[in-house]
C-alpha cells in the first residue's frame, strides 16, 4: 500500500481527473452540476456496494 504521502498524491491525482471527465460530461450533454452530483453518488452507492460484496482478503 502507499505511504500516506503516496496515497495524498493519487487522491489529489484521482480527483483532478475526475473533475475534467464531469466537466467534460457536462460540456458534451449540458447536464447540471445537480445532475453530474447525482451520477457521482449513484456511482459511489454502486462501489459501495461492490466493496462490501467482495471476497475478505486477510
Do not use: H, S, Y
Request: charged share 35%.
Amino acid at each position: 500500500m502507499a505511504n500516506p504521502d503516496q496515497k495524498t498524491i493519487l487522491l489529489e491525482q484521482a480527483f483532478d481527473k475526475i473533475k475534467v471527465i464531469c466537466t467534460k460530461f457536462q460540456d458534451e450533454t449540458g447536464a447540471t452540476d445537480m445532475e453530474v452530483k447525482t451520477l457521482l453518488r449513484e456511482l459511489a452507492r454502486v462501489w459501495e456496494k461492490d466493496i462490501n460484496e467482495a471476497p475478505k482478503i486477510d
